[in-house]
């Protein structure tokens, strides 16, 4: 199946651990995403790489800190999580010109 | 002032009915306009997506983009129980693909 798709789907972990989110994209799309969706459910965009080049990076907190090995993968290491940090995280790919915008189906992160 | 504004409901209406979603925005520099569905526990998927004002069809589903007054609409005809879920406008402009996003409104059609 062509797809955008996170690994894991629930996460739940202890303050201060490290973690992350893996995120696989087929579609053969250049830019990958990383959004971050609060209890409210409003979607906020926190990074984004262009062929393993980063483009966009929003006021995230420098814990967080993405990796790109090649573009069809993104992935979200976080350090130090803290309670705040309990979101769900959505990944998404799209073409360079911003066509075409695939979700993943979430990580469901819960700090306790 | 968020960037974009849209009210979160929650909206109910019956099995039929004819549903309006409406977000506004502030920042005339947008110029793709988008509305996604998401379903409880499950990521947005696109359901329009239009660039210049004016309406733009898909079988049920309706968008109207009003740039004039920075206003932009969803119309569903005929709403289904399959319908309920959160719908989210999005916008964006210039090229990096970054989307900005309503707060999402969260529909229940009732049978």
């Known amino acids: 199946d062509t797809a955008v798709s996170q690994t894991p789907k629930y996460l739940v972990t202890q303050m201060g651990n490290d973690k992350s989110i893996k995120c696989e994209q087929n579609?053969?799309?250049?830019?990958m995403y990383w959004y971050k969706q609060d209890s409210k459910k409003f979607l906020k965009i926190m990074f984004s790489?262009?062929?393993?080049?980063?483009?966009i990076n929003e006021t995230v907190p420098n814990r967080f800190s993405p990796k790109s090995p090649d573009k069809a993968h993104l992935n979200l290491h976080i350090n130090s999580l803290e309670l705040g940090d309990s979101a769900v995280y959505f990944c998404?790919?799209?073409?360079?010109?911003?066509?075409?915008?695939?979700f993943g189906s979430g990580t469901r992160l819960t700090v306790v | 002032q968020k960037e974009v504004e849209q009210d979160p409901g929650p909206l109910s209406v019956p099995e039929g009915a004819i549903v309006s979603l409406n977000c506004t925005y502030s920042?005339?520099?947008?110029?793709?306009f988008m509305w996604y569905r998401q379903y409880s526990r499950k990521g947005p998927e696109l359901l329009m997506y239009?660039?210049?004002?004016g309406n733009k069809e898909d079988g049920r589903f309706t968008a109207q983009v009003d740039k004039s007054s920075k206003y932009i609409s969803l119309f569903i005809r005929d709403s289904q129980p399959s319908d309920s879920a959160t719908y989210l406008c999005?916008?964006?402009?210039?090229?990096?693909?970054?989307?900005?996003f309503g707060q999402g409104t969260t529909l229940q059609v009732k049978p």
């Open positions: 998404a790919s799209a073409t360079s010109q911003g066509r075409d915008y695939t």
């Open positions: 920042n005339s520099a947008f110029q793709y």
């Open positions: 579609l053969g799309h250049d830019t």
């Open positions: 999005a916008m964006s402009g210039g090229n990096t693909g970054k989307l900005i």
């Open positions: 239009t660039y210049s004002s």
């Open positions: 790489y262009n062929n393993k080049e980063l483009i």
